[in-house]
Each structure stands twice: as structure tokens, then as C-alpha cells.
């Protein structure tokens, strides 16, 4: 035979049914037998695992994180002091920058191999709770280190899963310096959403050719549901996203306005507007001195007065009749259901945000602490972009509404309405087209969740 | 021939052609050189090149480390992923361009399919395998593969130059008594050197780029890659653009470096070693 | 230099001789054993776990629930992304595949001559591929493409009006196209290989019978080279189809999904969505139309690829 020849794809897949019914099998079983295997991450004596007692003996845990690098240096200071002050006490630390922690997570959760802590972010914690990955961290005392009321608001289903480490909140980031030269009106403070619009096209109008007031923000879900929310609209999604709320009234007007500036090219034009990416030097939006607005957090107005520094101020997202924007803790620490030292992984991350010692060492590296004792301690060594950070929860925490997460199977949904909406921007989806389509999508994942 | 007499019009040609494929490249020399503020102005080169850039990025603050050891453990993986990919995937190779066995055929569209299934439905079974055998946060599952074979790709491509090869070598080896294995040490092996320098440099490159299983098998950042070490520097908010830039422009360096050393014994296959036939 | 003229006897005696020994079988096991062994034990589990994965609803976090032929009917019954991403894919694959093989063989052609500086010239034209999916590339593409960026300098010159190449979504697609075509360097390098293989021998007599140069490439060079063009056309076809990276890093898949491509699709539902099992079921569609494929390719091979193992060849 000269030739090898590509017979047997038939014969192969044939091959491979049989394997694989044999695989399928064992696949269910795996889920009993694996609680009790051990994660492979740490390198404990199966003995030791964990019981119920509170006095937490000194172990090895592993934690993982993202973030800059600042926070990762002050992070491993952190963990340092606390194996001072608990001898014995050792980590097994994992940091990753945003994306590709993302990326692992979900593998991990796969291989029953997360970290005993890790650090939770508000647009993913449902998911990750939902699928009973993360321990209830009700019976952690956090009288005197956090508000009450902040405690109940985070609550899932009536349970703590992520001790709240700092304050965050949603405003808009306008570019003070370039709007006072030109003579244009800065915005105020508790702005409407008309007034918005309006003054998207007035300050259009006083500023130098090839420059925007605002963004066209068409293809930005969150932006959307502060406006039906802020009209007295419920949230996109409710009961754990059972409830898909979609109202067609409020996204009508919220779009047709921005169609308006669209029309009045009082927004860049559509080409202009996808290919901006925030935080980038030369495609943020801001940054790059085409638009004078871009909604920020406190998290993230930092980093872009890094990029333009001395020129940005902030004010709140606009509001309507209900309120407008949030103001919430929206990074959290949690301990992970596999976790074979859960009571000492509860110890640390409850240390975390009590002790001053660690208070000091993170510093503002995960945003302005949650614990007032700690913050008061460190307002004096505010930077600008701290200053900044704080400014937009200062501005926005009397308006504000909760925040309202991507529900557990919403992803889709979320990425589906950029898409669509940017039919609508680059005119070739009507506005009704695009409800249609993105509410009957919603459903069906409501539908789907119950 | 007078192909090797140097000719104007063709350097030019080159050259030109050369510096349109390299101008983008310029373009990164110049912004790994900037500040952030400066990175929206359309100047190719900075007013004040900032070579801290280059000084603080080797430094990697996160870590211990510097960038010094995150290229020794790199390159510590490439040596052990270029011999075994080099190594077996001529072996197996050799078997499926020269012999003949019972579902061949079979074992090579087997082959082929294992190249067509997009590899991010089988990373995290795999990742649950390794994970299994307590592999996890080393070189093991990154390096292992490549002692299998190398890979599709690879063998797939020494196939196709091995048949190219003239039958009439082999033949006349074995009527000097050469086994199986004499044919492929020395005659099949000496002949394939262009298609293994090849292997030797793809192996090198895209090892080095494959950051997906890096992210997912190394976790302590004293096992950190280059490539691992340079994602740190793109967060959500907050990314440091001249040093990343900086460290990206480097780590494409000792590709660079492989590549030049390399690339000559393209030049000396078989062509000037001539077949003696 | 007739080594071209492979008679057919001398390739039943090498098979005659190593089935005398009876150790036929033996030998090609021995030599495939590498690969083999690593197939059945890293390989064969994961893939057969894929299949199995794509009957069911798994999201990864939780253990899989069997859901039977759901996602496959999902796909073909109620899903715009996916016809979406297999219309810029058959896109991508269409045009990039031969627009890269040409332009590398072309240029393979240049790099191939003994000259002085040639190590430099080739080492220049390989670097974009070297920078691979670096984020840079995303940067530079961007600085490229945009609206304020190089390309639209350029046109200005000429008085044309450009526009937002990158993030227009009648044009995005092509930007991603043209990148994969800059980074041929891969292609190329395999190119430069399988010319340095062909015997000099060859062109030098024909030389002697004074044959044009083109009619040189085409007699000698091509039919020669032809192996290694078909692994660049299979494999071509292969990578292509499940072109990931620029599209995640440099557009991400937008606008308007505008580069929403087949594996970036499968990417972002098996990560971002959690929706491993569709993914699969996905990947699975994909290995089926891409092995079609690749046995019509096989198929066709017959009649334009010439190894020396057969005998003869094109004259």
C-alpha cells in the first residue's frame, strides 16, 4: 500500500461510542468518590482535615486572587504578617491577573481543585453559589467591622458566601479640564437621565470638531438596567434569575434617545465607538481625548487618572424616579465547599478585615476597605486616584440602588445584547427587533433556570 | 546558477518588503518607550524614552523574582519539549511514512482527528487527569506530551518530507544488510535535518506562546513562565502598558535568536549534502 | 540523478524483506509506539470524555446532567451565533488559507537563494510571526486599523476617506484575515524546508536543456514541493478552522459578531457562558465537517501530489 488512506473515520467513531459508553459511566460516579480525594493544590495529611471545634490548628492554605501588582505584593505582605502572628500558619498564594483567573477558576471548579480562599467578584458569585461551591459564611461575626445593612443587602438566598472587603460604586468619569476650556457646563450632581441626553448634545455643540460629550452607550447591558431601574423598572433579572423583567416601554425610550444623539452626531459614529476598549492608553475612550464622559468605579477610576492624570473629576450616574447607580462592596473573600480547612480559612478571612496590622499592609489595594476602623486609619495617605475612588462612592451612595449581578446563566445573555445592540448602532437592527429577539432569549434562560 | 550571483533589484525588493513585514514591529520599540499618557499620540518615538520601562519590567515587583528566572525556568521547559518532540516524533514518524502494519491507515486518520478537535473541550478532562495523578503545578503536564510524539502536527509534517525521500536509499541499504532500524538512524535521520530544525523551532515557538496550559498547570509564581509573568501585567482596571510592552518586546527575542542560529541549516539540507544515489 | 524513477520493485522488495522476517507488524508498532502509548493514555480520555460530554448539560461547576441529543438540535435548530460563526468561518477559511499559501510559497521562493544578508531578510519576514497571540498584537493591530490609525494615514494621502477597518463589521473580518496572512511565516519556513530538499541535481540538468524558469518551477519545483504543499493545505484548512486567538484578543468577536469565529464561539460557551456540554457537542460538529473535508483534500491528492515512494511523477 503506497497510499495511507483515510478509511475508518467510520469505523472510528463506532470505536469510540463503545469506549465511550464505558467513560460515560464512569463519569457519574466520580462526584461520590471525589469529596473524599484529595485536592491536589495543598499537601495535607488526610488526617488532619478539618473539624468542627473553632480553634483552628495551623495548616497550609491556598489562596488565589487577581489584581494589579500592587495588590500582590501587599497581599503576600499580608499573609506574611498573619504566619507571624499565627506560628505555623502557612499559604499556598496564586495571584493572576483578572482574565486568566477567570479562565482557571471554572477548571478548578471541574477538577474539585479551588483554592480554600479565594477572592469573589459580584459578577460571578451567583454562578459559583448556585452550583454549591462556596461555603455559607453566615456564622462569621462581623458586628463593628461591617455595616448591618451592608451584610443583609449581600446576602444570597439569606446567606453570606463572600466577606465584603471594600466599598465600590457606579459614576461617570468626565474630563474636567478639556470641558471648563471649552466653556461647557459640568455636570451636576443627582443629573437626570434627560438632562443627560440634553446635555450630550449642548455640550457637543461647544466642543472642537472630531470631540463627544458622551459615549454611544447602546451596547452596554448594565448601562440599560440603570435606566429601567432607576425609572422604577425591576431589575433584568429577579429570583435568582427565574424572573427575566424586560421592559419593553423603557428600552423603546432608553434607545431611541440614544438614536437621537446618534442622529444628531452628537456620539461617535458607530466604527468609532466599538473599537474603543477602556483602560487602554490609545482605545479608552476617555483617555484618548474623543469622549468627555465614560462611566468608572471607584475600583477603576484609578487607573484611568494614571492614564490622563490631573483631569478627571466624577459625578453619579444620572438618576430617574427610583435612584440611579450603586454603591456596594463588590470584591469578597470566600472559602471554597471542598476546602478540607474551612474553620481555618474562616479564621483568615475574618482576620483579613480586622486586623490593623493587615489593614495596613493592603492599604487601598482592593478599594476603600470595609471596615471603617481600618480606613480611618489610612485616610491620610490618600492619593489623588484614591481621593478620586472615594469621590464617586461619596457622590453616589445617597441615590443609589443595589447592585443587580448577571444572574447564574446569564453570560449569554449579556454578550448576546452587545451583539444585538450593535445592529441597532450600526442601523442595521430596528429597536423592536432587537427587544424581540433579546427578551425571548431572556425568557427562555428564565424559563430554562426554573 | 545564477541565482547565487547577488543582484541588486532583488535586495532591494527584500529589503523593502522586509521593513514593511518589520514596521509594526518598530512601532512596539517606540511605545515599550513611553509613558501611558504618551501612548495616544501618533509619534512613532517618544519625546524622553523611558528605559525604566525595560529596567522595572525585569524587576516584576509582584514576586521575588525577576524576569531572569522566569526565562530560566522557560527555557528549562523548551529543552526538554524540543529533544522529545525532535526526538519521537522522527520515530513515529518514520513508522508511519516507511512501514507497513495492520491499521496503519487506521492509526493515521486517528492521528489526524486528534488535530481537528479543538483543544478546549479536552483541556480540562485532561486537566482532571494530571489532576488526578497530583501533576498539577509543574513542568510534567506541559512537558509530557511532547514525549509522545510531539504531536500531530509534527509527525504528520516529517511524513510527508520522509516520502518525499527516494525509496531507492532504503533499497539499497537493505541489500547491505541494513535493518529497519539502521535505514531510519542512518539514512532517513541525516536526510530529514531541514523538516527537524523546523520541528526544533515550532516546538520552541509555540511552546513559549502556549499560555493557556501554562495558566491553567503552573500556579506558584516560582514556576512562572515568561509568558505567565507577562499576562500579570494586564488587569481588569489597571494595566502598565510600557513595561508590558517592554517585557512582550523581549520575550519574542530568544525566538528571534533561535530562529537566526537556525534558519541556515534550511539552506544545507539535502541540496548540498547531495544525493549520492 | 534519475533518483526520481523509483521503480515499483525496489519498494516490494524493502516490504518483501521485512515481512520475511515476519516482524512487519512489529517494527511500524515499535516505531508508532511513542505517539501511541501517549495517545491511550493522555489523549484517548479527554476526547472520548468530550463526546460523552456533549449529550449532556454541563457547566462545569456542577457534575454533567444527560440531556441526550439537545445540544446538537439546539445547534442546528435554534442558534444564530452558530450559523453566524460558520459563515465567518467558511469566510476565513475561504479566502486566508490560499491567499497565505500563495504569498508564502511566493516569498519562500525569494528567501530561498543563497545570498548574502538572506539569513537577516528571512529572519525580518519571520519576526510578525514570532509575536504570535502576544497582546501586543492586539495593540498593534488596533494602532494599524483604527480610526486614527496608520492605514487611514496613508489613505488620507491619496485623498481616500478611511474608516474604522477593525471595528466596522464589513471590514473587521478582513483586518483579521490580512493578520493571518502577515503572520505566514510558519507556512513559509515549511516551504523553505521542502525546497531545499529537491535535489539540485534536478534543475541543474535542466539547465543544460535550457528550460525557461518558469517552466522549471513548474516541471520540477512544484511537483516536488507538492507533499509539502499538501501538508500546508491540510493543515491550512485545519488551523483555520479553528482560528481563536486574534479574534478573542484583537476584536473579540465583535462588532455585531461581525469575527465571531466558529472557535471563539466555542471558547466563549464552554469559559464565559458555562455551557461546557454545548461546547462540546460544538467541537464535535466542527471535528465532523473538518474531517469531511480533509478526506475530500485526501482524496483529491491523488491527482496533483507526487511522492517519490510511488514512482514517476509529473514530466
Known amino acids: 500500500m503506497k497510499r495511507i488512506r483515510f478509511k475508518g473515520l467510520g469505523i472510528l467513531s463506532i470505536a469510540l461510542m463503545v469506549v465511550l459508553s464505558a467513560c460515560g459511566g ?58 507571624q502572628q499565627h506560628p505555623g500558619a502557612k499559604f499556598k498564594p496564586e495571584y493572576l491577573a483578572w482574565d486568566a483567573f477567570w479562565q482557571k477558576l471554572p477548571t478548578l471548579a471541574a477538577s474539585k481543585s479551588m483554592t480554600d480562599v479565594l477572592q469573589m467578584d459580584a459578577a460571578y458569585i451567583q454562578e459559583y453559589v448556585s452550583k454549591g461551591l462556596l461555603e455559607d459564611l453566615s456564622d462569621i461575626d462581623l458586628t463593628g467591622l461591617v455595616d448591618p445593612a451592608v451584610v443583609e443587602n449581600l446576602k444570597i438566598d439569606g446567606k453570606l458566601y463572600g466577606i465584603p472587603l471594600s466599598q465600590n460604586a457606579q459614576g461617570v468619569a468626565f474630563n474636567k479640564a478639556e470641558l471648563e476650556a471649552a466653556g461647557v457646563d459640568l ?70 434617545a440614544l438614536a437621537d444623539l446618534r442622529a444628531a452626531k452628537a456620539v461617535p459614529p458607530a466604527d468609532q465607538q466599538t ?111 484614591d481621593k478620586l475612588g472615594k469621590k464617586v462612592y461619596d457622590i453616589s451612595v445617597d441615590k443609589a440602588l443595589p447592585f443587580y449581578p448577571i444572574a447564574a446563566g446569564y453570560t449569554e445573555w449579556v454578550d448576546t445584547y452587545k451583539a444585538t445592540m450593535e445592529g441597532v448602532m450600526f442601523g442595521k437592527t430596528s429597536i423592536e427587533d432587537a427587544y424581540d429577539k433579546l427578551n425571548k432569549l431572556g425568557q427562555d434562560i428564565a424559563a430554562k433556570t426554573k | 546558477m545564477n541565482a547565487l550571483r547577488p543582484r541588486w533589484s532583488r535586495h532591494l525588493a527584500l529589503i523593502v518588503f522586509s521593513l514593511l513585514m518589520v514596521y509594526p514591529i518598530i512601532w512596539w520599540l517606540g511605545a515599550s518607550l513611553k509613558t501611558a499618557p504618551e501612548m495616544n499620540l501618533p509619534t512613532i518615538w517618544p519625546s524622553t524614552p523611558i528605559w525604566e520601562n525595560y529596567s522595572a519590567g525585569w524587576d516584576f515587583s509582584p514576586s521575588p523574582h525577576t524576569f531572569a528566572h522566569f526565562y530560566a525556568n522557560t527555557l528549562l521547559m523548551e529543552v526538554g519539549n524540543v529533544i522529545g518532540g525532535v526526538v519521537t516524533a522522527a520515530i513515529v514518524a518514520f513508522g508511519f511514512a516507511r512501514l507497513k502494519f495492520k491499521f496503519r491507515g487506521f492509526w493515521f486518520s486517528i492521528l489526524l482527528m486528534t488535530l481537528m478537535l479543538p483543544g478546549q473541550v479536552t483541556i480540562v478532562p485532561q486537566y482532571i487527569l494530571f489532576n488526578r495523578f497530583e501533576f498539577t503545578d509543574s513542568y510534567v503536564p506541559l512537558i509530557l506530551p511532547h514525549f509522545f510524539g510531539g504531536g500531530a502536527f509534527f509527525i504528520f509534517l516529517l511524513v510527508q518530507f520522509i516520502r518525499g525521500i527516494p525509496k531507492d536509499l532504503d533499497e539499497a541499504a537493505t541489500i547491505d544488510g541494513a535493518s529497519v532500524y539502521g535505514i531510519f538512524l542512518r539514512i532517513i535521520f541525516p536526510l530529514i535535518k531541514p523538516a527537524l530544525v523546523t520541528v526544533a523551532i515550532f516546538t520552541f515557538i509555540w511552546s513559549w506562546d502556549d499560555f493557556f496550559s501554562q495558566v491553567l498547570y503552573l500556579s506558584s509564581v516560582d514556576k512562572f513562565t515568561v509568558g505567565l509573568a507577562l499576562r500579570m501585567y494586564i488587569d481588569q482596571f489597571e494595566v502598565q502598558w510600557g513595561q508590558m510592552l517592554a517585557m512582550a518586546l523581549l520575550s519574542v527575542l530568544p525566538s528571534a535568536v533561535i530562529f537566526f542560529l537556525a534558519q541556515k541549516h534550511f539552506v544545507e539540507g539535502i541540496a548540498t549534502t547531495g544525493i549520492k544515489g | 540523478m534519475n533518483t526520481k524513477v523509483a521503480t515499483t520493485s525496489t519498494r516490494r522488495t524493502l516490504f518483501r524483506i521485512s515481512r520475511k522476517s515476519g516482524e512487519s507488524n512489529l517494527h511500524g508498532y515499535l516505531f508508532i509506539s511513542p505517539w501511541l502509548i501517549g495517545f491511550l493514555l493522555l489523549t484517548l480520555w479527554p476526547i472520548a470524555q468530550s463526546f460523552y460530554l456533549s449529550f449532556t448539560d454541563y457547566s462545569l461547576l456542577a457534575s454533567p446532567v444527560w440531556t441526550g441529543m439537545d445540544n446538537y438540535k439546539r445547534m442546528f435548530f435554534d442558534d444564530a451565533d452558530f450559523v453566524q460563526s460558520l459563515k465567518v468561518t467558511f469566510t476565513f477559511v475561504l479566502v486566508s488559507v490560499p491567499l497565505k499559501l500563495f504569498f508564502s510559497l511566493m516569498v519562500a521562493q525569494l528567501l530561498s537563494k543563497s545570498m548574502k544578508g538572506m539569513s537577516l531578510y528571512r529572519t525580518m519576514v519571520y519576526f510578525p510571526s514570532l509575536i504570535g497571540g502576544s497582546i501586543a498584537v492586539s495593540i498593534l493591530w488596533r494602532n494599524m486599523f483604527g480610526v486614527d490609525g496608520y492605514i487611514n494615514k496613508v489613505l488620507a494621502v491619496f485623498g481616500i476617506e478611511g474608516r474604522g477597518w477593525i471595528s466596522d463589521p464589513d471590514s473587521a473580518l478582513w483586518t483579521l484575515i490580512l493578520l493571518n496572512v502577515w503572520q505566514f511565516g510558519s507556512t513559509m519556513v515549511i516551504f523553505l524546508a521542502g525546497l531545499k530538499q529537491i535535489p539540485q541535481e534536478l534543475y541543474e540538468s535542466a539547465s543544460v536543456d535550457g528550460a525557461a524558469r ?63 456540554g454545548y461546547a462540546s457537542a460544538l467541537a464535535w460538529v466542527l471535528l465532523l465537517m473538518v474531517a469531511l473535508i480533509t478526506v475530500l483534500n485526501f482524496y483529491v491528492s491523488r491527482f496533483w501530489v507526487f511522492y517519490e515512494t510511488d514512482g514517476g511523477g509529473r514530466k
Request: proline residues 6%; glycine residues 8%.
Open chain 1, 26 to 83: 464512569n463519569n457519574n460516579n466520580n462526584k461520590a468518590s471525589e469529596s473524599s480525594a484529595p485536592a491536589s493544590s495543598s499537601t495535607p495529611k488526610a488526617s488532619e482535615s478539618a473539624s468542627p471545634s473553632a480553634d483552628a490548628k495551623p495548616v497550609e492554605l491556598s489562596i488565589m486572587w487577581w489584581g494589579p501588582d500592587a495588590r500582590h505584593e501587599a497581599t503576600l505582605k499580608a499573609l506574611d504578617i498573619y504566619s
Open chain 1, 275 to 385: 473599537a474603543f476598549l477602556e483602560n487602554d492608553p490609545a482605545g479608552d475612550p476617555m483617555a484618548s481625548g474623543v469622549v468627555m464622559t465614560r462611566g468608572a468605579t471607584t475600583g477603576s477610576v484609578g487607573a484611568l487618572e494614571q492614564l490622563m492624570p490631573g483631569k478627571v473629576d466624577v459625578v453619579n450616574i444620572p438618576v430617574g424616579s427610583a435612584g440611579g447607580g450603586w454603591a456596594q462592596s463588590t470584591i469578597f473573600l470566600s472559602v471554597s465547599t471542598h476546602s478540607k480547612y474551612k474553620d481555618q480559612a474562616k479564621a483568615f478571612v475574618e482576620w483579613f478585615i480586622t486586623d490593623p496590622q493587615a489593614g495596613e499592609a493592603l492599604g487601598l489595594t482592593r478599594g476603600i476597605p470595609i471596615n471603617p476602623e481600618i480606613y480611618k486609619a489610612l485616610e491620610p495617605t490618600l492619593e489623588q486616584k
Open chain 3, 214 to 276: 518558469w517552466r522549471k518551477f513548474y516541471h520540477i519545483t512544484l511537483p516536488m514541493l507538492s507533499p509539502v504543499m499538501f501538508f500546508n493545505l491540510v493543515l491550512g484548512v485545519i488551523g483555520s478552522f479553528q482560528m481563536f486567538t486574534a479574534a478573542l484578543i484583537v476584536t473579540r468577536g465583535g462588532p455585531m459578531h461581525a469575527t465571531y469565529t466558529y472557535a471563539l464561539f466555542l471558547f466563549e460557551k464552554a469559559f464565559k457562558h458555562f455551557q461546557m
Open chain 1, 187 to 256: 455636570p451636576q450632581k443627582d443629573w437626570t437621565w434627560d438632562q443627560y441626553f440634553e446635555w450630550g448634545k449642548s455640550a457637543k455643540a461647544k466642543l472642537p470638531e472630531g470631540k463627544y460629550a458622551v459615549n454611544d452607550t447602546s451596547n452596554l447591558w448594565d448601562w440599560y438596567q440603570w435606566y429601567q431601574t432607576g425609572n422604577g423598572g425591576k431589575p433584568l433579572m429577579t429570583d435568582g434569575g427565574k424572573t427575566f423583567n424586560f421592559d419593553k416601554d423603557l428600552f423603546v425610550k432608553y434607545h431611541s
